[in-house]
């Protein structure tokens, strides 16, 4: 049977949804899921904060880790994001994973009061804060004069730095993202419902070669993959921008994903049906098939 610590979830934040979440989180647990995930979009009405999220399942789980899937930056400064994630990393005993990224489709986000105006001046900040980040949790006083962030004497961790220091995966797929990726990241982490499977060879170099130019081993690098999709065995099979059908075509299609696309880690993402049922589904009928 396959490690089902590989394998982890991304649950609904929708608020008419919370009932569907919390059972999904228990379900995952129960069967042996290593992470549950929720989207981070503070600009769509229709979903929660994730940030608010995180601490509750958390709370009401003793062994999942839990991440932000992912975190948009422009709306947190990066001494806040490290103080909560340092907080949640000590009353969680360590289970907290931040995922992080510029946010988007940008183009409407500084009409919602993003800090930067433009996809290109977001990068540059999520390049600058993840090094920010890191020597905000060493616990000294920071000193920065960036571009984009300015800290005099900053320290913004509770207590002690979390040890260990959380995870940063980053969602990212053009060019200049990867590249910061490899540089800085601990995961990278797309979601297949915007890229093509054919362009991920090349993504995953570009991440090696970031890594390298960095003085950094591109195995430091995890790589974990968003895998939208549903598990049903009465529609018309897929494998691209979704992944549809019944188990044995997913354990397929992910076996394919590890082995020729170099995926190591799988977060499944529902996209239709009772989440619950699919996170049931996907732990009993497709992870032992791997």
């Known amino acids: 049977m396959a490690d089902s610590n590989l394998y982890g979830v991304a649950l609904p934040a929708s608020a008419k949804r919370l009932p569907e979440l919390l059972e999904a989180t ?15 979009h503070p600009y769509l009405p229709s979903e929660l904060d994730a940030w608010t999220l995180v601490p509750l399942l958390l709370a009401r789980t003793s062994r999942v880790r839990v991440a932000t899937n992912v975190t948009a930056l422009p709306f947190r400064s990066p001494t806040v994001i490290a103080k909560a994630a340092a907080t949640l990393q000590f009353t969680s005993g ?3 994973v931040l995922g992080l990224g510029a946010g988007g489709p940008y183009d409407g986000l500084p009409e919602w009061g993003a800090q930067w105006p433009s996809l290109g001046h977001a990068i540059g900040a999520l390049d600058e804060a993840i090094p920010l980040l890191r020597r905000l949790w060493s616990g000294h006083r ?14 913004a961790v509770a207590g002690a730095p979390p040890d260990p220091v959380p995870p940063i995966w980053v969602g990212s797929f053009k060019p200049r993202m990867l590249a910061l990726t490899g540089r800085h990241a601990d995961g990278w982490l797309p979601t297949n419902a915007y890229l093509s499977l054919d362009e991920v060879p090349a993504m995953q170099r570009a991440v090696d070669d970031g890594a390298v130019a960095a003085g950094r081993e591109p195995s430091a690098v995890r790589r974990v993959f968003n895998v939208m999709g549903v598990i049903d065995d009465t529609q018309p099979r897929r494998n691209d921008q979704l992944l549809v059908g019944p188990a044995g075509h997913w354990a397929e299609a992910l076996t394919d994903y590890r082995e020729r696309l170099g995926f ?10 009772d989440t619950r049922r699919q996170v049931e589904l996907f732990f009993e009928n497709v992870v032992p098939k791997l």
């Open 26 to 40: 228990a379900i995952a647990e129960d069967l042996g899921a290593g992470l549950v995930t929720v989207a981070d």
């Open 94 to 96: 360590g289970r907290f």
């Open 142 to 155: 920071v000193d920065h004069d960036g571009e984009y962030y300015r800290l005099r004497e900053a320290v």
């Open 264 to 273: 190591e880690t799988f977060v499944f993402w529902p996209v239709r049906g």
